[in-house]
């Protein structure tokens, strides 16, 4: 069983990715795959469910990344608070689950339920309550999607790296990390 | 005194688009600019703040749109609800005001500042419970920009148009409609 | 088929109950039972699951309004936003259903579950943004007792009689009313 | 400079008990006095702020602990997760919060204003998830009365002290307690 990192953040080395790393480290790396979004091209969807042709075939890196995400039991969605929401590089990716819920060559709920999944979110100092719509919206996503969301560590740091000194977040994340050693076995 | 509306639906004519309809028909129309987020062509962000160079100029529709969004003193954000947030168009145009924060060109704070926000979601048959994060995050962004959020219409509508069966929503576009014509003069 | 408006406002004909009235005078007079929580003495609840005897008889007026309660197809609750929350008395009211979950004389979870639930609060002039949480409290007890939440409505007023000014909830109270009129049939 | 802890439960010795000795038990027992809300009575707010005479007396021990709030730099709230909010006592606490902001004794705002203020709730296992309102309403009280909201802690146990195997809040209380000791000093 392994688990996929999805990185949301438009910086390498950001913040979000220092925190999540303290999870990672925990973790037997031969079980962990992570994807940057940064270094993937995935273009808005557009919705095209309501007409004759339906989805059409987009040009990018979305269908490849749908695959991966598919063949990871656990994902661990890492994203910077932007504007107290995900990224727009993470919700171009999530948008486009629509369009593989009507794919024809693959049955994505199917494959998508019964999954776990991981939130780190890092932002500025009041990130502890400004981020609470955001874990909100990944537990609805969540719920309509029968994955079961079993933990999410928000991280304040604003600074490059200013998050290591959070030491609330760094202890949550090591023993978030301990806990998905455990359920990767 | 003029408003602005931004669509950010990826499909035209959408419900969305629809329940927005109900209350600009309220307005004058000369006072309602309108843009489509399916029409222009806007960039996610790349996070270049703790660079030397700072944020570079990127080839994209973002500094026209920033332009007409600051010439505005009423903007009206009309999304259907994807995945429980705003849809990905938007969270990037609204991600690329970081970028507008650091311009050297103008004073984006400054000029965001006092402006009334009015937000359209529509979303399933339980949006008006599965919106309340969007609504929240909304509401973070105007109290950090100082823009004063005046109100929001929650519709229900999934097939095309149907949102216009939602009685309860329209009723409520049509009176948001007539306090904004009055605030407009 | 009736419905059971609960008030939860620590004073008579306040703003709470003015906006309710305006859903009220949509339905025939005869579908409709209300109650004020001023009017009647509920105790805080002690909890006892964990004891050997368990919950005892408590000398009050609880058990009355949980069979009123179970008796309406439909409930009303309505209350003021104090500290951005429901009233104590209806908080006391709600607390003490865990104890009807262990109760050997009905099957409450049985008898509630189907049921409907609206929800009338009325706050401050920031209402709409700062009732949200509470708007998701009730959704979440809705939820767990397996009724269906079907609508709520968010009015403006804190001098006496001050929310009939708020125009928009009027008319949302008024269509509400309108909707349930139907229900109730 | 001391830290007052408010239980807010309805059982001694329960789960939010618990897990709020773990923040206490790294802090100077000098520095920590404890309340529990089931050894005090207070009733239930009456509303008569919009009544010629205004708030009357009432027979209870709200004043005395109202003043004891106040006389603490530091407050801790800790209440199980009763359906989805705080405990209906420690609503009661809190509704009653209006009567002193307009006492003429003293004044309230002034005396709360720049006081610290933590939140420990246990809930059951979605607790991290289902807790997050009643974490915002506790936001929007801090907010309004100018307190920071410095921290809080949501743990999962339901039967007697199950608490104590949630590994992670467990950390995270231990956590948050040695930070407040730094600031008490």
Known sequence: ???????????????????????????????????????????????????????????????????????????LFSTPLYWYG??????????????????????????????????IIVGGQSAPYTALPLVQQFQLIAQFMEIEFSGYVIGRGVKPLEVLEDEEAIVQAIQLGKRIRGELK
């Open 1 to 75: 069983m392994k688990l996929l990192t999805i990185y949301g953040s438009s910086r390498k080395n950001g913040n979000s990715e220092a925190l999540t790393k303290k999870v990672l480290q925990q973790l037997n790396p031969k079980d962990v795959d992570e994807i940057h979004l940064m270094d993937v091209h995935i273009e808005p969807i557009v919705d095209e469910r309501h007409t004759e042709h339906g989805f059409r075939p987009v040009d990018d890196d979305y269908e490849k990344l749908a695959i991966q995400i598919m063949n990871h039991q656990v994902l």
């Open 86 to 119: 995900m990224s727009g590089r993470m919700k171009n990716l999530i948008d486009r689950f629509t369009q593989s819920l009507r794919s024809t060559e693959y049955d994505f709920k199917e494959k998508m339920k019964g999954k776990k999944m991981y939130v």
